[in-house]
């Protein structure tokens, strides 16, 4: 995943092909993109269903099962193309990336294995009780059900963290020569699996997760208390989702403080990169960021960026309290990530995430008043907003992700040396452009889903269409000729 006009090509005339590392890096990346859409959306509906239920089953109120049965439906349509959209991956490493698989097949194997058949397993059983099992098992069973549901939905996000938190501080090997080949050889299980950078990307992505699903879930609520203002349900939805935003938005920023002084610790490199800190020394930190020319876009440096910074304050950070401390900068390393990637992410995903703070606790000020629901503008914010946490999702792994390259094995295998030696151009970019077409249809059907499941609930709240046949709103896959 790097900038389109530094991707190398194969000229053929009258297509231009991308070169095999190129393609399958594009590959994976658009992949995996698609991918923890969906898988973040079971994570974070976790517990908004199992909260849904136990109220559904304590209270018998019906405005409890409206919302556990809508969201269970959500709930099963994201693990379904969780569920297609993941298997590929798996794969693309024999496929595109055999040397990984090769090398840290002995590593990776497990904790994949472990995914499957500990997490997903679990989590496909217990969603069918919740699906078809109201009426057919008891109300413990049922209510634990839910909560089996979302222990396979974190266990999942943790085995495959695993995985991740190893290739960047990877532990617990040894390279050992196998059929003429180094391999890793696993000496350490707890070591490999507890990583140094395990518990911090563990807890960073699983808030991100439910910052990303109460977004959408005070979206699709507040655009229904928009459409009805005296459904109880959704009044209920929302403040819940505001309050699990009040919780999860300054807890994300003050854990996200932290994880950069362990990246600086433990990868440099994509910490110079996060602040395109190029000169070894006392690095300032940019709180906002402007390209001054074009070149910006795809270059950013001190000379040709607009910014408003805190000198010395990213060594602060980086150190954790010496304004002088000094940060390793990216001249000092004979190759970079794509720095502009890795630093535009950084801002995005930053600023998105100062946004949520507002608006949760917006949203909070506004309950306090007892206004929440009454409040237009708040419900319209919400309902732009509700895509916005999967945005910062994106961009946080591509910082993490492409901010380690050139390893996809920190420190000990670069991903150019992973590539298949057999795999051409042609097959790469043709596979490539095929991922791209499918998955873009899945999102599609995903989004027509989502759609048709808020179409039939405001019908069930008596909410009329307008005289075109569609819904009047603001909400993406509801919108209309507004």
Do not use: C
């Not at 393609?23 to 976790?46: D, P």
């Not at 206004?371 to 999702?393: N, V």
Request: proline share 5%; hydrophobic share 50%; net charge neutral.
């Amino acid at each position: 995943m790097v900038p389109a006009t530094l991707l190398p090509t194969v000229d053929l005339g009258w297509i231009a092909l991308l070169s095999p590392e190129t393609a399958s890096r594009m590959q994976f990346g658009w992949t995996i993109s698609v991918h923890i859409i969906f898988a973040s959306l079971s994570i974070g509906l976790a517990p908004f269903i199992i909260y849904f239920t136990w109220k559904d089953v304590r209270t018998n109120e019906q405005q409890y099962a409206r919302l556990r049965s809508f969201w269970v439906k959500v709930f099963a349509a994201g693990f379904v193309m969780g569920t297609v959209t993941g298997i590929p991956m798996s794969f693309q490493f024999g496929t595109n990336f055999p040397q990984f698989a090769t090398i840290a097949g002995e590593l990776i194997g497990g904790p994949l294995a472990f995914e499957a058949k500990m997490a997903f397993f679990l989590e496909a059983v217990f969603l069918g009780v919740l699906l078809y099992g109201r009426e057919r098992v008891a109300d413990r069973t049922y209510v634990l059900s839910s909560v089996l549901v979302g222990v396979g939905a974190w266990l999942s996000g943790f085995w495959i963290l695993v995985v991740n938190a190893w290739m960047q501080t990877p532990r617990g090997y040894e390279m050992v020569t196998r059929n003429g080949m180094e391999v890793a050889k696993l000496t350490d299980p707890v070591a490999a699996f507890l990583t140094p950078r395990m518990p911090w990307m563990y807890v960073h992505m699983m808030n991100a997760s439910v910052i990303s699903v109460a977004l959408l879930v005070a979206g699709v609520s507040a655009y229904v208390v928009w459409k009805k203002p005296n459904a109880d349900a959704w009044n209920s939805a929302l403040k819940l989702a505001v309050v699990l935003l009040l919780v999860s938005a300054p807890l994300q920023a003050v854990h996200g403080d932290a994880y950069g002084r362990h990246v600086e610790d433990t990868q440099p490199q994509k910490f110079a990169a996060m602040e395109a800190h190029y000169e070894t020394g006392s690095a300032d930190l940019h709180l906002l960021a402007f390209p001054k020319s074009l070149d910006a876009l795809t270059d950013p440096r001190a000379e040709n960026l607009f910014t408003v910074s805190l000198p010395g304050i990213g060594s602060f950070l980086a150190s954790g309290g010496d304004f002088d401390a000094e940060v390793i900068g990216l001249n000092e390393y004979e190759e970079n990530p794509p720095v502009a990637l890795v630093f535009w992410s950084f801002r995005f995903m930053v600023g998105l995430g100062f946004l949520f703070i507002a608006l949760a606790l917006w949203g909070g000020y506004l309950t306090y008043r007892g206004r929440l629901t009454e409040s237009t503008r708040y419900l319209k914010a919400m309902i732009a907003a509700s895509p916005f946490g999967y945005a910062a999702l994106l961009t946080g792994w591509y910082v993490t992700e492409i901010g380690r390259q050139p390893w996809v094995i920190q420190g000990e295998l670069k991903t150019s040396e992973a590539v298949s030696s057999t795999l051409t151009g042609t097959e790469a970019t043709l596979t490539l452009v095929g991922f791209v077409v499918l998955y873009v249809a899945l999102i599609l059907t995903a989004l027509y889903v989502l759609k048709w499941l808020i179409r039939r609930e405001l019908r069930s709240l008596g909410v009329q269409e307008s005289s075109s046949g569609r819904w009047r709103g603001p909400l993406p896959w509801v919108t209309s000729d507004d």
